[in-house]
Protein backbone atom coordinates (compact mmCIF):
# COMPACT_ATOMS: atom_id res chain seq x y z
CA UNK A 1 0.00 0.00 0.00
CA UNK A 2 0.93 3.28 -0.72
CA UNK A 3 2.11 6.18 1.69
CA UNK A 4 -1.47 7.97 1.21
CA UNK A 5 -3.42 5.04 2.15
CA UNK A 6 -1.98 4.74 5.02
CA UNK A 7 -2.52 8.28 5.63
CA UNK A 8 -5.90 8.39 4.89
CA UNK A 9 -6.32 5.01 7.24
CA UNK A 10 -4.96 7.03 10.07
CA UNK A 11 -7.27 9.83 9.13
CA UNK A 12 -10.32 7.64 9.30
CA UNK A 13 -9.16 6.04 12.68
CA UNK A 14 -8.60 9.71 14.05
CA UNK A 15 -11.69 10.51 13.05
CA UNK A 16 -13.53 7.61 14.64
CA UNK A 17 -12.08 7.87 17.72
CA UNK A 18 -12.58 11.99 18.04
CA UNK A 19 -16.51 11.12 17.24
CA UNK A 20 -16.06 8.53 20.02
CA UNK A 21 -15.09 10.85 22.33
CA UNK A 22 -17.34 13.63 21.05
CA UNK A 23 -20.22 11.91 21.18
CA UNK A 24 -22.05 11.22 24.74
CA UNK A 25 -25.01 10.12 25.93
CA UNK A 26 -26.82 11.32 28.87
CA UNK A 27 -29.37 9.04 30.06
CA UNK A 28 -32.80 9.94 31.50
CA UNK A 29 -32.27 10.08 35.05
CA UNK A 30 -29.08 11.90 34.98
CA UNK A 31 -28.08 15.41 33.91
CA UNK A 32 -24.50 16.44 32.44
CA UNK A 33 -22.84 19.13 33.80
CA UNK A 34 -20.37 21.16 30.98
CA UNK A 35 -16.70 21.96 31.69
CA UNK A 36 -14.55 23.99 28.86
CA UNK A 37 -10.93 24.53 29.33
CA UNK A 38 -12.01 23.96 33.33
CA UNK A 39 -14.77 26.88 33.30
CA UNK A 40 -18.52 25.75 33.70
CA UNK A 41 -20.31 25.93 30.59
CA UNK A 42 -23.45 25.01 32.05
CA UNK A 43 -25.66 21.64 31.81
CA UNK A 44 -27.03 18.96 29.37
CA UNK A 45 -29.93 17.27 29.76
CA UNK A 46 -30.81 13.96 28.82
CA UNK A 47 -30.23 12.73 25.48
CA UNK A 48 -27.65 12.63 22.43
CA UNK A 49 -25.18 15.12 23.65
CA UNK A 50 -21.66 16.45 21.48
CA UNK A 51 -18.80 18.05 22.93
CA UNK A 52 -15.27 19.23 21.51
CA UNK A 53 -12.86 15.91 22.90
CA UNK A 54 -9.61 17.47 25.00
CA UNK A 55 -11.22 20.22 24.91
CA UNK A 56 -14.47 19.52 27.00
CA UNK A 57 -15.23 17.73 30.10
CA UNK A 58 -19.22 16.01 30.95
CA UNK A 59 -19.88 15.12 34.08
CA UNK A 60 -23.03 13.23 34.20
CA UNK A 61 -25.03 13.04 37.60
CA UNK A 62 -27.55 10.76 38.17
CA UNK A 63 -30.56 12.43 40.00
CA UNK A 64 -31.80 9.10 41.36
CA UNK A 65 -32.69 8.67 45.53
CA UNK A 66 -29.26 7.03 47.01
CA UNK A 67 -29.61 4.45 49.74
CA UNK A 68 -27.02 5.07 52.27
CA UNK A 69 -26.59 3.36 55.49
CA UNK A 70 -24.88 4.32 58.63
CA UNK A 71 -22.64 2.15 59.93
CA UNK A 72 -23.73 1.37 63.63
CA UNK A 73 -22.32 4.38 66.19
CA UNK A 74 -21.40 3.32 70.33
CA UNK A 75 -23.66 6.18 71.71
CA UNK A 76 -24.18 7.60 75.27
CA UNK A 77 -27.71 8.53 75.94
CA UNK A 78 -28.97 11.17 78.22
CA UNK A 79 -29.15 8.85 81.40
CA UNK A 80 -25.99 7.24 80.51
CA UNK A 81 -26.81 3.98 78.80
CA UNK A 82 -24.52 2.43 76.27
CA UNK A 83 -26.46 1.90 73.20
CA UNK A 84 -25.03 0.97 69.38
CA UNK A 85 -27.57 2.32 66.99
CA UNK A 86 -27.69 2.28 63.37
CA UNK A 87 -29.10 4.06 60.92
CA UNK A 88 -30.09 4.36 56.94
CA UNK A 89 -30.41 7.57 54.99
CA UNK A 90 -32.44 8.16 51.14
CA UNK A 91 -30.78 11.60 49.42
CA UNK A 92 -30.65 12.86 45.98
CA UNK A 93 -29.38 15.45 44.08
CA UNK A 94 -31.34 18.73 43.26
CA UNK A 95 -28.35 20.67 41.98
CA UNK A 96 -25.98 18.89 40.24
CA UNK A 97 -23.80 22.16 39.41
CA UNK A 98 -23.38 22.17 43.45
CA UNK A 99 -22.85 18.42 43.63
CA UNK A 100 -19.99 18.73 41.26
CA UNK A 101 -18.26 22.28 42.22
CA UNK A 102 -19.08 22.24 45.83
CA UNK A 103 -17.60 19.11 47.24
CA UNK A 104 -15.23 16.42 46.28
CA UNK A 105 -17.09 13.15 47.24
CA UNK A 106 -20.56 13.38 47.92
CA UNK A 107 -21.51 9.99 49.40
CA UNK A 108 -18.35 10.24 51.25
CA UNK A 109 -19.01 13.53 52.75
CA UNK A 110 -22.80 12.77 53.67
CA UNK A 111 -21.67 9.28 55.37
CA UNK A 112 -19.28 10.79 57.88
CA UNK A 113 -21.68 13.97 58.74
CA UNK A 114 -24.34 11.29 58.91
CA UNK A 115 -22.88 9.40 61.77
CA UNK A 116 -21.94 12.87 63.34
CA UNK A 117 -25.13 14.14 63.14
CA UNK A 118 -26.53 10.62 64.89
CA UNK A 119 -24.35 10.45 67.43
CA UNK A 120 -25.42 13.85 68.77
CA UNK A 121 -28.85 13.54 68.17
CA UNK A 122 -28.95 10.76 69.60
CA UNK A 123 -27.06 11.37 72.58
CA UNK A 124 -29.25 13.87 73.60
CA UNK A 125 -32.18 11.86 74.42
CA UNK A 126 -32.93 9.03 77.03
CA UNK A 127 -33.30 5.62 76.12
CA UNK A 128 -37.09 5.49 76.97
CA UNK A 129 -37.25 8.16 74.66
CA UNK A 130 -35.00 6.66 71.92
CA UNK A 131 -37.11 3.32 71.73
CA UNK A 132 -40.59 5.37 72.13
CA UNK A 133 -40.02 8.52 69.87
CA UNK A 134 -37.98 6.98 66.63
CA UNK A 135 -39.84 9.35 64.56
CA UNK A 136 -39.25 12.73 66.33
CA UNK A 137 -35.43 11.55 66.05
CA UNK A 138 -35.70 10.70 62.56
CA UNK A 139 -36.72 14.02 61.86
CA UNK A 140 -34.43 16.08 64.08
CA UNK A 141 -31.56 13.96 61.83
CA UNK A 142 -33.03 14.64 58.92
CA UNK A 143 -33.51 18.49 59.27
CA UNK A 144 -30.21 18.76 60.17
CA UNK A 145 -28.78 16.73 57.22
CA UNK A 146 -30.82 18.91 55.00
CA UNK A 147 -29.33 22.01 56.09
CA UNK A 148 -25.79 21.27 55.73
CA UNK A 149 -26.38 19.68 52.64
CA UNK A 150 -28.29 22.23 51.09
CA UNK A 151 -25.24 24.02 49.85
CA UNK A 152 -23.65 20.67 48.00
CA UNK A 153 -26.97 20.85 46.14
CA UNK A 154 -28.52 17.63 48.08
CA UNK A 155 -31.63 16.94 49.37
CA UNK A 156 -32.19 14.64 52.28
CA UNK A 157 -35.11 12.77 52.03
CA UNK A 158 -35.48 10.33 54.68
CA UNK A 159 -33.19 8.96 57.63
CA UNK A 160 -34.58 6.18 59.58
CA UNK A 161 -33.20 4.22 62.81
CA UNK A 162 -32.15 0.94 61.35
CA UNK A 163 -31.24 -1.30 64.66
CA UNK A 164 -30.80 -0.47 68.29
CA UNK A 165 -28.84 -2.83 70.30
CA UNK A 166 -28.67 -2.68 74.27
CA UNK A 167 -26.29 -3.92 76.90
CA UNK A 168 -27.59 -7.51 78.11
CA UNK A 169 -28.10 -6.07 81.52
CA UNK A 170 -30.48 -3.87 80.43
CA UNK A 171 -32.51 -5.67 78.32
CA UNK A 172 -32.58 -7.87 81.62
CA UNK A 173 -33.64 -4.66 83.44
CA UNK A 174 -36.59 -4.15 80.80
CA UNK A 175 -38.16 -7.63 81.09
CA UNK A 176 -38.09 -7.38 84.71
CA UNK A 177 -39.75 -3.57 84.63
CA UNK A 178 -42.44 -4.93 82.10
CA UNK A 179 -43.07 -8.08 84.25
CA UNK A 180 -43.73 -5.80 87.21
CA UNK A 181 -45.71 -3.62 84.93
CA UNK A 182 -47.85 -6.26 83.87
CA UNK A 183 -48.22 -7.71 87.44
CA UNK A 184 -49.58 -4.59 88.51
CA UNK A 185 -52.26 -4.55 85.72
CA UNK A 186 -53.05 -8.25 86.74
CA UNK A 187 -53.53 -6.91 90.09
CA UNK A 188 -55.61 -3.49 89.64
CA UNK A 189 -58.07 -5.63 86.82
CA UNK A 190 -58.69 -8.67 89.89
CA UNK A 191 -59.09 -5.93 92.71
CA UNK A 192 -61.59 -4.04 90.09
CA UNK A 193 -63.76 -7.30 89.46
CA UNK A 194 -63.40 -7.54 93.28
CA UNK A 195 -65.15 -4.70 93.31
CA UNK A 196 -67.88 -4.82 90.95
CA UNK A 197 -68.70 -7.94 92.11
CA UNK A 198 -69.05 -7.21 96.41
CA UNK A 199 -71.06 -4.18 94.39
CA UNK A 200 -73.20 -6.72 92.42
CA UNK A 201 -73.58 -9.17 96.07
CA UNK A 202 -74.40 -5.91 97.85
CA UNK A 203 -77.82 -5.40 95.15
CA UNK A 204 -78.34 -9.00 95.48
CA UNK A 205 -78.78 -9.27 99.51
CA UNK A 206 -80.73 -6.22 99.24
CA UNK A 207 -83.41 -8.02 96.47
CA UNK A 208 -83.20 -10.71 98.80
CA UNK A 209 -84.11 -8.75 101.90
CA UNK A 210 -87.05 -6.89 100.40
CA UNK A 211 -88.79 -10.76 98.78
CA UNK A 212 -87.48 -13.72 101.45
CA UNK A 213 -88.72 -16.00 99.05
CA UNK A 214 -86.00 -15.16 96.86
CA UNK A 215 -83.90 -16.90 99.41
CA UNK A 216 -85.64 -19.74 99.38
CA UNK A 217 -85.41 -20.35 95.56
CA UNK A 218 -81.69 -19.64 95.18
CA UNK A 219 -81.48 -22.03 97.90
CA UNK A 220 -83.22 -24.82 95.94
CA UNK A 221 -81.83 -23.66 92.82
CA UNK A 222 -78.48 -24.59 94.35
CA UNK A 223 -79.99 -28.15 95.97
CA UNK A 224 -80.46 -28.21 91.18
CA UNK A 225 -76.98 -27.74 91.01
CA UNK A 226 -75.52 -30.13 93.01
CA UNK A 227 -78.27 -32.93 91.92
CA UNK A 228 -76.43 -32.83 88.11
CA UNK A 229 -73.39 -34.33 90.10
CA UNK A 230 -75.23 -36.82 92.03
CA UNK A 231 -73.36 -36.45 95.03
CA UNK A 232 -74.27 -38.73 97.89
CA UNK A 233 -74.04 -35.82 100.36
CA UNK A 234 -75.80 -32.59 99.97
CA UNK A 235 -74.45 -29.25 101.90
CA UNK A 236 -77.65 -27.33 102.27
CA UNK A 237 -76.65 -24.12 102.83
CA UNK A 238 -78.90 -22.07 105.58
CA UNK A 239 -79.18 -18.57 106.61
CA UNK A 240 -77.15 -18.47 110.11
CA UNK A 241 -78.69 -15.26 111.64
CA UNK A 242 -82.47 -16.57 111.14
CA UNK A 243 -81.44 -20.03 112.18
CA UNK A 244 -80.39 -18.41 115.73
CA UNK A 245 -83.45 -16.66 116.09
CA UNK A 246 -85.52 -19.58 115.78
CA UNK A 247 -83.66 -21.50 117.69
CA UNK A 248 -83.70 -18.92 120.04
CA UNK A 249 -87.91 -18.66 119.42
CA UNK A 250 -87.94 -22.56 120.40
CA UNK A 251 -86.19 -22.58 123.03
CA UNK A 252 -88.69 -19.88 124.78
CA UNK A 253 -91.37 -21.84 123.81
CA UNK A 254 -89.98 -24.86 125.26
CA UNK A 255 -89.62 -23.19 128.32
CA UNK A 256 -92.96 -21.65 128.61
CA UNK A 257 -94.34 -25.18 127.73
CA UNK A 258 -92.43 -26.53 130.53
CA UNK A 259 -93.97 -23.87 132.89
CA UNK A 260 -97.44 -24.38 132.51
CA UNK A 261 -97.06 -27.94 132.80
CA UNK A 262 -95.70 -28.00 136.13
CA UNK A 263 -97.29 -27.97 139.56
CA UNK A 264 -98.51 -25.32 141.60
CA UNK A 265 -95.66 -25.92 144.38
CA UNK A 266 -92.92 -26.26 141.35
CA UNK A 267 -94.29 -23.09 140.07
CA UNK A 268 -93.96 -21.30 143.31
CA UNK A 269 -90.62 -22.72 143.78
CA UNK A 270 -89.45 -21.99 140.16
CA UNK A 271 -90.95 -18.15 140.84
CA UNK A 272 -89.39 -17.50 144.50
CA UNK A 273 -86.34 -18.91 142.96
CA UNK A 274 -86.73 -16.57 139.74
CA UNK A 275 -87.45 -13.61 142.80
CA UNK A 276 -84.82 -14.27 144.57
Known sequence: MSTWAWILILVLVL???GLAMAVKIV???????????????????????????????????????????????????????????????YFRVVDAVR??????????????IAQTTLRNVV???????????????????RLILDRTTTEWGLRITLVELRDIQLPETMKRAMARQAEAEREK??????????????STLGDASDVMMA??????????????????????TVVFPAPLMSTIGEL????????????????????DATRANGQG
Request: glycine residues 8%; hydrophobic residues 45%; without cysteine.
Open 27 to 89: KQYEKGVLFRFGRLKGTREPGLRVIIPVVDVLHRISLRIVTMPIQSQGIITKDNVSVDVAAVA
Open 15 to 17: VLI
Open 248 to 267: GNFLAREEAAAAANAPAGDR
Open 211 to 232: HPLALQLRNLQTLVELGVDRNT
Open 123 to 141: GQHALDEILAETDRINEGI
Open 99 to 112: SVIEIENVTAAINQ
Open 185 to 198: RAKIINAEGERLAA
